[in-house]
C-alpha cells in the first residue's frame, strides 16, 4: 500500500459528501473548507482529510509527506469540452477576425473547421499524437484532471477513426482522466451535400466507431449553417444504438433548437448556449433533469461574442457546469483557471459557483462526478496545491497569476 501523506495545508476546498453528484442553483454557491488541513491519499484515492489541531491519522515508514506549506489544496479543474487534439494553429484566422469577418464568415469561405479537417487529412497519427500530447501537458501543468476530448476534424470515416485512435493513445500514456467524444456531425465535409453527409454518419461512421470501442460519447453541432434539429436528433438516435450518449453543441450562433434536442434524447450536456432563450432555460428547468447546461466563456472572450446567461440558469435552479473549449480556432486556451475568472467578471458568477462548476458539475457533464471533482473520501486523488492564499476568492481574482505551484494525479505528483 503506498500512502502519501499531506500537511499544512492553508485551506483545504471543495469538500463534499459521497453522494453529490453536481450542484443545483443556490447550492452551487456554497464551497466547504478547512483551514490549516491535512489529507491523506493511499493507492491513489482520497483515504482521509482533517484539521492539523486534531490530526490522528496514523501512517506507515515508508509513506511520502508532502508539506503543502500553507497553499491551498482543491480538486483538478474537470474540462468537459475540449478539441484538443488537432492538426496546426489558424492564426490567420485571427488576423481575420481582427479584420472584422465573424466566426460564420470565416466558415463559410472555407476556414475554420474545414480548414481544420483540411490540415489533419495530411497529418499521420503520430504527428497528431504528439502535438495533442504537448497540449496535454499543457492544461495538467494548469490544474487540469479530467478532460473530454472530441474529434469532429476528420469529416471523413478514415480521419475521424484517427482521431479517436489518437484520443484512445492518450488516455493509455497520459495520466490526465480522459473522455472520448465522436463529434463526426461537426460539419458538412467539403463537396458533400448535407443529406449524403448526414447519411454517412449515420451509417457508415458510428457504426464502425461502435465496433471498434472508440468512443463514450456522440456529439453534434446543432446551429445555424451546420445541422438542423431534426438531424440533430437523427444522428444521436443513431448513436444510442450503439451505446453512445447523446451531447450537444447547441445555441452558439443562433436560437437552432440544440437545448430541445438535448431534452428529448436525454444528453448528457448541451454546450455554447450563447444565444440561450428564457424558453430553454423553462425546458431545462422542466424536462432537462439529465442534462448539464455547460458554458464556454472562453470562446466569447476570443470571438468577441455574447456570454452564455449562466448567471439566470443558477437563478433558475439549474447545474451549471464550465468548460475550455479549447480548439484552434475559436478558443486556443486550456487555461481552466482563466475560465473561472472569465466566468466570474463577464457571467457574474460567484467565486464558489465558478470553482464548483468548473470542478464537479462539469466532471458531472463528464459522466465522472462519482471519483472526480471535489475532494471526497473514496475519490481518485487529483488535486492542486497553489502558493499560499488569503482566500479561495483571490483565485478567479489573481486572474493571470500562476498560483498552481503542485499537480498530484491519481495520487502522484506530476
Not at 482521431?163 to 482522466?177: A, H
Not at 466507431?209 to 444522428?235: H, N, P, S
Request: aromatic share 6%; glycine share 10%.
Amino acid at each position: 500500500m503506498k500512502q502519501t501523506l499531506i500537511q499544512n495545508i492553508g485551506i483545504l476546498a471543495g469538500i463534499q459528501d459521497e453522494e453529490t453528484r453536481c450542484l443545483c442553483g443556490d447550492d452551487m454557491q456554497k464551497v466547504d473548507m478547512l483551514k490549516d488541513a491535512w489529507l491523506l491519499i493511499e493507492d491513489g484515492m482520497i483515504k482521509d482529510f482533517g484539521k492539523m489541531s486534531k490530526q490522528q491519522v496514523i501512517v506507515g515508514d515508508t509513506a511520502d509527506v508532502v508539506d503543502a506549506q500553507g497553499g491551498a489544496l482543491l480538486p483538478s479543474f474537470c474540462d468537459s469540452h475540449t478539441h484538443l487534439v488537432y492538426a496546426d494553429s489558424r492564426e490567420q484566422e485571427f488576423v481575420d477576425k481582427i479584420r472584422g469577418l465573424s466566426y460564420a464568415e470565416i466558415a463559410r469561405r472555407g476556414g475554420g473547421i474545414l480548414n481544420s479537417a483540411d490540415r489533419l487529412h495530411e497529418r499521420s497519427e503520430e504527428e497528431l499524437y504528439q502535438q495533442a500530447m504537448q497540449r496535454v501537458e499543457e492544461i495538467i501543468r494548469k490544474g487540469t484532471g479530467a478532460v473530454e476530448i472530441k474529434s469532429g476534424y476528420g469529416l471523413n470515416t478514415k480521419d475521424e477513426l484517427k482521431m479517436l485512435r489518437v484520443i484512445r493513445r492518450i488516455r493509455e500514456t497520459s495520466p490526465i482522466k480522459v473522455v472520448s467524444t465522436f463529434l463526426g456531425a461537426h460539419a458538412v465535409a467539403r463537396g458533400m451535400k448535407q443529406a449524403d453527409y448526414v447519411n454517412l454518419v449515420i451509417n457508415e461512421m458510428i457504426p464502425e466507431v461502435g465496433r471498434q470501442g472508440l468512443a463514450d460519447y456522440i456529439d453534434v453541432f446543432c446551429d445555424k449553417g451546420f445541422f438542423t434539429y431534426e438531424e440533430t436528433v437523427r444522428i444521436l438516435e443513431a448513436g444510442d444504438k450503439w451505446g453512445l450518449r447523446g451531447k450537444i453543441h447547441g445555441q452558439e450562433l443562433d436560437d437552432s433548437g440544440g437545448v430541445e434536442a438535448a431534452v428529448r434524447c436525454h444528453a448528457l450536456s448541451v454546450d455554447h448556449l450563447e444565444s440561450m432563450t428564457d424558453r430553454d432555460i423553462c425546458l431545462l428547468k422542466e424536462m432537462g433533469k439529465d442534462t448539464i447546461p455547460t458554458v464556454l466563456p472562453g470562446t466569447s472572450f476570443f470571438l468577441n461574442m455574447p456570454y452564455a446567461p449562466a448567471r439566470k440558469m443558477i437563478g433558475h435552479g439549474l447545474p451549471v457546469a464550465l468548460a475550455s473549449d479549447y480548439n484552434p480556432g475559436s478558443t486556443p486556451s486550456g487555461d481552466m483557471k482563466f475560465v473561472v475568472s472569465l466566468a466570474c467578471i463577464k457571467m457574474r458568477l460567484l467565486p464558489g459557483e465558478a470553482m464548483n462548476a468548473a470542478t464537479l458539475n462539469s466532471a458531472c457533464a463528464m459522466g465522472l462526478s462519482d471519483r472526480y471533482g471535489s475532494i471526497t473520501r473514496g475519490k481518485v486523488a487529483n488535486f492542486l496545491i497553489t502558493e499560499p492564499i488569503p482566500s479561495l476568492e483571490y483565485i478567479p481574482y489573481a486572474y493571470t497569476k500562476p498560483l498552481i505551484r503542485q499537480v498530484f494525479l491519481n495520487g502522484e505528483a506530476y
